[in-house]
């Protein structure tokens, strides 16, 4: 990456998040400082220097594993509020960095800002196909085909509490007789869904985007490459306040993958199953952890002795039911405990 302009930049606390400091017990959030380049990023983690070409940038905004959100909890004043950025470098795994404030007196502004340049810089001039109006309250209209444009970012009035100021939203350009065509295609939107269409004689992804105008129903059809449908759908989820329109779009965190599996087989008999194999203090400390108590409070809340519960922690953590996430076996609930844990609740 050369040196360039900076064009945002971000401090903070942060963490790098791949397969090895997922494992490390001693993995914690660090002072970090974010700057954004016109054609990279520079990640700065307490000694730690990372840089990537926006080309390595795969995703935005994913969501953190639940590991990091509790270590988290010890460095930080509030980790409602977070942003994500993950990346791939040359001949190493994909991995991510989470950053917050340090503080929660600033929310989401300070992350949606710095999120929003980046955004700038990954969509701004993006070449385009686009429908716009293509239906019209239900009427289709065969004089719309696909124009060429570009990804752009326009001033727009936007109320902020009693004051009303310009701000750069995203838009799309088409070019019309010298003169640039602005469609507002991210305001007003009724849902988002990715469909199939023909663009150039094959048959591509492209997403529709509903809006209403007046008291009909627009619908649009936007096409870019795959990376950067994306990129569209993340802005919308993030920078937007229409993000319930594109939640079931956007790519699941593998935490999420394995929820859903476990939901979908961890039911019934099995899980009766399993529970018949746990002893009353294993079901107890499950139960426990479930509710939210901390792992160093269940001797005396169990009247027993330290190393007795370290021991019932060690079984239910090699019974894959608990997972590490410090060395003085301060524990969190894996999605298959979690799943054994709720029909324990649930049925005894």
């Known amino acids: 990456m050369s ?13 790098l998040v791949n397969t090895y400091t997922l494992r490390d017990p001693f993995t914690k959030w660090k002072k970090i400082k974010i700057y954004l380049y016109n054609d990279g990023l520079r990640f700065e983690l307490e000694g730690n220097t990372i840089e990537v070409d926006l080309e390595q940038v795969e995703d935005i905004g994913i969501k953190l594993p639940r590991k990091i959100i509790e270590i988290a909890k010890n460095s930080l004043d509030d980790i409602a509020d977070y942003g994500s950025i993950t990346f791939k470098l040359p001949d190493e795994e ?16 300070t992350i949606d800002k710095f999120l929003k340049s980046l955004f700038q810089e990954l969509l701004y001039k993006k070449n385009i196909k686009i ?25 727009k009035p936007i109320r902020k509490g009693v004051t009303v100021i310009d701000d750069l939203v995203l838009a799309i350009a088409v070019q019309n007789i010298g003169k640039p065509k602005v ?33 009909e129903t627009v619908n649009s059809y936007l096409y870019l490459d795959d990376t ?4 569209v759908l993340r802005y919308i989820s993030i920078l937007t306040k229409y993000h319930k329109t594109v939640e079931k779009l956007l790519p699941k965190s593998s935490e999420e993958l394995v929820s859903q599996s476990s939901a979908e087989n961890w039911s019934g008999e099995k899980l009766k199953g399993e529970v018949e194999k746990l002893t009353p203090e294993e079901q107890e400390i499950l139960t426990a952890v479930y509710t939210g108590i901390d792992s160093l409070e269940l001797p005396s809340m169990m009247g027993l002795e330290v190393d007795e519960v370290e021991k019932v922690l060690e079984s239910l953590i090699d019974k894959g039911f608990l997972d590490l ?22 049925n005894f």
């Open 3 to 15: 040196k360039s302009k900076v064009i945002a930049t971000f401090e903070g606390k942060g963490i």
């Open 94 to 109: 994909a991995q991510s960095i989470g950053f917050a404030p340090e503080t929660s007196i600033y929310g989401r502004t």
């Open 131 to 155: 429908q716009y109006a293509r239906i019209v309250g239900g009427s289709v209209n065969p004089e719309v085909q696909w124009d060429d444009g570009n990804l752009v970012f326009a001033k």
């Open 183 to 215: 469609y507002d295609l991210f305001s007003n939107i009724e849902s988002v869904s990715v469909e199939k269409k023909m663009v150039n004689e094959e048959e591509k992804d492209v997403i529709e985007i509903k809006q209403l105008k007046g008291k």
């Open 228 to 231: 950067k449908i994306l990129y």
């Open 325 to 346: 996430i410090r060395i003085r076996k301060e524990t969190d609930l894996t999605e298959t405990g979690r799943a054994v844990t709720n029909y324990i609740i649930t």
